[in-house]
Structures are given as C-alpha cells and as structure tokens.
C-alpha cells in the first residue's frame, strides 16, 4: 500500500494549525485505555470531519499512525490517490482484508473502523431493544466486518505463533506471503494480542448555521442545497463557532479472549485438510462470536456519550405530554434531571453539566437560552412570554434523514442519549411526575443539596480552635405545608446563617416561610472564604431562591450587609420573580479604607507568587467581629476583594430594580456608610420604596435591642406587600 509517513506528518501540521484557528476544542478522555500495539478502533460516525482529525489525535496521543476504512465513493483520481496515502483503505479494495490484518498482526499501524457503515445523522441507533442503523432508506444492523478482521488477524496470529513455535517453517512462510509479513516484523507478531477500542464522539452544541465556510464554498461553486449545503452548515459551525467534542476510548476488548474459548487452533492443527481454515473460520459459531463482540462493542460506543445540557433538554421538550409547556416547569424538570444524573453511574458527562449553576435559578443561562434561540430558530418551538409552545407538526412529521441535524436537532439530541438505559429510565420517570410532584422533589434535592455542600466544606476547611459549631454555619428552613407566602433571608460577609436566624424565627411567627442561606466560604473557616468568589456566593442564594420557589406562592427576598448587596444582585437578575426585596445594611460604601485597598494587595500577592516569596503574602487581615461566636476572627483580603468586585456590579445596575423595596440602615454603622442606604435609594427605579434609619452606633442590627425594630418594619412591609 504506497502510504506516505512525509505526507501524514504534514497533514499532522495542517491539522495542528486548523484546530488551532477553529473554535473547536477537542477534549480526549481515558487515552490510558488503549494498548501499545495491535489496536482496531471501533467509532461512532457523525460528521465527515472525524475521518481526518480522528487518526491526528490518535497519532498526537499514542504516536500510532492509522489506517482508516473508507467508503470507495471517496477512491476516484488524485483524490483518491491521495486518500491512499494518507492512510484511507477504500471498502471495495481487493486487498482490504490482506491490508488490515497486515497493520494488525505486525502493531506498524492501527486500524480505523466506523462500524455503522456511514454516517448516522439522526443518532438513532436502538429500535426495539436492537442496534440498527439507517442505510438506503432502511433500518439495519450495524456491520459484523470489524469483529470479523480483529478475530481473524487474532487467530492468524497465533496459528503463526505455534507454527513458528514447532518451527514448521514451509507452512509459516505460506502465512507470512499471505499476509505481507516481513522476517523483521515477526517480533510484532508473535507477541501481544489483537485488541478492539470502542470510541465515542459526542459533539456539543449541534447547530445548523450559515458560517464562513459555507460563504467561501457557495463563492467558487454558486449556491449550494441539500445535504452538502447541511452538513456545511452543520460542520462548518462547529469549526467557525465552536464545539466541544469530547472523545472517550473506551476498555480494550482482547479478542484472544473469544478465539481461545472456541478451541479453534488447536482443530486447525488437527485437521488434515487444506480447507480447514476457512471451513473453520466460516462455521456458524465463528459467526455468532463476531456478532457477540459486535453488540458489545457497539453498546460500548453508545454508553460512552458525554450527555450535556441539551440532551436532557430536548428529551423533556420531545417527551412532554402536552405542547404547551411553562418554562418554570420545564427548567424544574430539567434541573432536577441534572442533579439526579450524578448520581447515575454514567461513563461521561459534559463539565458544564456537573457546574452548580442551576437553570431553576432564573439567571441568564447560556446553555438554556441557546437550546431555545436554536429551536425557535428552526420553528420547533414558539416563546410566548413564560409558555414554551412545540410545534406538534414538526415533531408528528417523519424527518429526513439527510437533513435532520438542521431541521430537527432536538430528535437527534434526543436519539443519541437512547442507547443510555439508566439515564432514560430516570428522565422517564421525571416526565410522568405531575408539576407539583417536580416542585416537591427539586425543594428536596436542593435542602439536600445544599446541606451536603455545607458538610462537605466544613470537614474540608475544619480547624480546631477557629471552625464554629456546625449549627452555626448550616442552612435552615422553616416552612408550613400550607404557607403561601415566603422569604429568603442572606447573611453577611464572614457571618454565618446563624447571625440572621432571630429575625427568621421572628418571620416564621409571623406566617412565612423562611429559608437561611449559607453562603459558600462562610460558617466553615477563613481559609475557605479565601478561596470563593462572589459567583459562588450568587449561586448560594440561587439554591436558597429555588427552594422557597418551590414551597410558596409568592416570596421576598431580605438580606444584611454583604447578604443584602446579594440581594440587590438577585433582584437586578430576576426582576419580579421576586415580590420585594429588603436591603439592611447594604455595603456599597465602607468605612474602614483597608477594603479598598484589597485589589492592590491581591496584585502584590501575585507578583510575590511569581517571584516565589509566598511568605510574605497578605492573605488575611485581623477582624474583631461583634458576634465571635458566629464571625470570623480573621479577614481574607481574597474576600474583601470579591466583595468590592460584587458591590460594583450591585451599583452600576441599581437602576434596573423595580419591585417594591424596603431599605433599612444603622445610623451610626462604623463598618458601612450610612450614605450606602441614600444612594441605593437613589438608585433604584422602584416606585414603591421605602429608607429607615435606625439610631444605633453598631452594624449589627439583625441582633440585640435593634432587632425588634428591624423584625416590625420588615413584617409591617411584607404584610402590605403580600396583603396578609
């Protein structure tokens, strides 16, 4: 075969330079998997492009070059010429069979095969319990051929091994014209044995867009239609746009393993005839042996699929059982998904599937908002406000084959994760649970959640003599079944939820449904606040909004100090999700002039990092708390800088918060300028608004003699709010 190690090595380059210009990342999972020698890939096949980056990552991974089976559409002129010399074997060559057992049985180069026979555009590989894949307009089983190649080139190998063990050398020779085999590649044959790697290639997101690729195409040859003008708009995003494709290689298979349970060689050897070999290569039980190692590889390839966002999405939007559809419930429904796919024993997930960003949230969630631009844009689905409606046409209407990635990208995402029985089964379940059931559930996995999430800190950031009590830093709900109305309550910076639980008793008492957040970093150890963001902290009171959104009607949100500079955020990123909001003490203006100094000695701690004088960093600042059974005795300057990163945020967005406010300040607070709560005032667009100044000289004003003061204005203001 005239294959060209100069002409790889080049295409190696090109690819290098290509994926380094594309918006593609390429991520490669369990590479250990792979032997050293003698390895046919089994992969799935989706797009065009994987036949050339395929064997570059292989190559870039294990340093073995490939030999890749393609189809003899591809074998015409130069083209196909080159083809050859890259390493593409044509399925219609005469000598496939010779070529592939050749790279397997000496280990000079692996083998390449896409055992579905082409690509599989709409993913749908299970029909009735069984692999079948679409081919000419019908559905079949995938190709027993690469179980065949890798049990044959595995019982050549050791006919040859124990022809050239007796040294019956004429009938060994006969092997080696056969199959090509040099006396300096024998050392490669007779060692090792001939494995199987099943690969999965999953792509994420799927999108169907005109791209530069497509525009430079239709330049030179005119427009373009039709599945060339798909897969353009299909492939040509993902390198344009960006894509993650993630490449999971699964456990080698060892077909020695097969061959030896049959007792094959050891019946070839007492066989007289010439014919032998291939009368017993050809019996039936050589054929159910292939057939065998075929479904097992073949569910290998399929359960590797690193499920991401918009699997779980479209399996809701496909398997709801109406059309119209509320997006609360629907993200409901999906976020609970998310959290029970953890603990799935599932192969692969996606990173940003295993991120605590929760789509229940109600923030901006890029992986949400892009599923849906996608399906309003190919009219699978119209947004109506809060109401999701599915195109019952398009989802009744049998798609086409060829095109379905860009006319359908929801059946497809919804096929590819079918194969995933497990997942499946716990989606399933989820979609006949009624909405209130859903509700019920997420409340639950997310008490849960964010309970485990505190211990888990706590035993990890635990310091004898500094970690208070565990009461002190743990959430806390109190609710009644039967309570329509609700507040979120966030405490401050270095605090813990039990600086606010007197007012959340005193709520409670009042009628309402209470829910203490604790905030990442905080009611553990200063070495943990040290090492959050104020993302983190965002995202705490996230879980806390999912919650009570869950348990009530209708619900405000209060938060102190640092909690109430949250507060504000939240209200900035969901608007009337909230009913009211309670600002006390909001810190965008602090006394003490050290905090606004934090930004340049995180700058100095940096540069002292780089010049590996570590010790004379400022990690923290001593603090003389007025509740040391609850605060911090020390300071991180890391968190007094995420704290003025958040607070400049909270500022320069004031103007978009509209709902009901009640603004509550000290007026003698010597941690926060009393200006804070006049400027927030200020700020805010609300026409319902309301500032109280409290005579009190100390900040913390959520406790002690100030706190029946701060409880009757926040229920005397609730209960205009909520009419109680």
Not at 76 to 89: D, I, N, P, S, T
Not at 293 to 319: C, G, R
Not at 509 to 527: Q, W
Request: charged share 25%; glycine share 6%.
């Amino acid at each position: 075969m005239p294959l060209s190690k100069l002409l790889m090595n080049a295409a190696k380059i090109t690819l290098d330079a290509v994926f380094g210009a594309s918006q593609a990342d390429i991520r490669v999972h369990n590479i250990e998997n792979v032997p050293a020698t003698h390895v046919l890939y089994v992969v799935n096949h989706f797009t065009r492009m994987e036949t050339a980056f395929l064997p570059y990552i292989i190559h870039k991974h294990t340093g073995q070059y490939c030999l890749s089976l393609a189809d003899s559409s591809f074998f015409k002129g130069k083209f196909g010429e080159l083809m050859r010399k890259l390493g593409a074997v044509s399925t219609k060559d005469p000598d496939r069979d010779r070529v592939l057992a050749n790279a397997l049985l000496t280990g000079k180069m692996s083998v390449i095969i896409y055992p579905e026979g082409q690509m599989v555009k709409d993913k749908k590989i299970i029909e009735k319990g069984k692999f079948l894949v679409y081919n000419a307009g019908i559905r079949r089983p995938p190709h027993s051929g690469a179980a065949k190649i890798a049990l044959r080139a595995e019982l050549f190998r050791q006919i040859i091994r124990k022809l050239y063990e007796s040294g019956r050398r004429e009938e060994l020779k006969v092997f080696m014209d056969a199959y090509g085999i040099k006396n300096e590649d024998m050392s490669g044959v007779l060692t090792g044995s001939t494995y199987i790697v099943p690969v999965n290639i999953t792509y994420y997101p799927v999108r169907a867009k005109n791209n530069i690729i497509k525009t430079l195409v239709e330049k030179f040859k005119g427009e373009v239609t039709g599945r060339f003008a798909e897969e353009l708009e299909v492939e040509g995003t993902m390198l344009t746009k960006g894509v993650d494709i993630d490449i999971n290689f699964g456990k080698a298979i060892n077909m020695a393993t097969y061959i030896n349970k049959t007792g094959i060689v050891k019946k070839i050897f007492k066989c007289q005839k010439e014919t032998c070999i291939d009368e017993l290569i050809k019996n039936k039980k050589i054929k159910k042996i292939s057939l065998k190692v075929m479904e097992k590889y073949m569910n290998a390839i399929y359960t590797m699929t690193t499920v991401n966002h918009d699997h779980i999405f479209a399996y809701i939007l496909a398997n709801y059982p109406k059309n119209i559809i509320h997006d609360y419930d629907f993200k409901n429904r999906a976020s609970l998904a998310i959290e029970r796919i953890k603990a799935l024993k599932l192969t692969s997930f996606h990173s940003t599937l295993l991120n605590r960003n929760n789509i229940g949230g109600d923030i901006f969630h890029e992986k949400y908002n892009s599923f849906m631009e996608e399906a309003v844009r190919n009219n699978l689905v119209e947004l109506k406000g809060d109401i999701i409606i599915r195109n019952s046409k398009i989802f009744s209407t049998a798609y086409n084959f060829h095109l379905v990635r860009r006319d359908n990208f929801i059946e497809v995402l919804k096929n590819e994760i079918e194969p995933l029985t497990e997942l499946i089964k716990m989606l399933r379940r989820i979609m006949f649970m009624p909405p209130w059931l859903v509700k019920i559930k997420l409340r639950n996995t997310f008490l849960k959640l964010d309970r485990q999430i505190f211990l888990d800190d706590y035993n990890r950031f635990y310091r004898e003599g500094e970690t208070k009590p565990q009461h002190i830093g743990e959430p806390l709900f109190l609710h009644r079944f039967f309570n329509k109305y609700g507040v979120v309550l966030v405490h401050g910076y270095m605090a813990a939820p039990a600086e606010m639980k007197q007012l959340a008793e005193r709520l409670y008492k009042a009628g309402y449904s209470v829910y203490l957040v604790r905030l990442r970093g905080h009611g553990t150890s200063p070495r943990d606040l040290m090492q959050t963001k104020w993302q983190d902290w965002n995202e705490s009171v996230n879980r806390g909004y999912v919650v009570m959104k869950n348990s009530v009607r209708e619900f405000a949100i209060c938060g102190f100090s640092t909690g109430a500079g949250l507060t504000l955020l939240q209200a900035e990123q969901k608007g009337e999700k909230y009913k009211a909001l309670i600002s006390i003490a909001a810190p965008l203006r602090l006394q003490d002039v050290r905090a606004y100094l934090s930004g340049a000695v995180n700058i100095f701690n940096t540069i002292l990092e780089k010049l590996n004088l570590s010790k004379s960093k400022v990690d923290f600042i001593p603090n003389a708390p007025e509740n040391p059974d609850i605060n911090y005795g020390q300071n991180p300057v890391h968190g007094i800088n995420e704290l003025n990163k958040l607070m400049k945020l909270v500022e320069e967005n004031l103007s978009s918060i509209k709902i009901p406010t009640l603004i509550i300040q000290a007026k003698g607070d010597p941690v926060v300028n009393p200006k804070s709560a006049i400027e927030i005032y200020k700020g805010i667009s609300s026409t319902d608004k309301k500032l109280v100044i409290i005579d009190a000289n100390r900040h913390g004003i959520v406790r002690g003699h100030e706190l029946d003061q701060v409880a009757g204005e926040i229920i005397s203001f609730l209960k205009r709010i909520f009419g109680k």
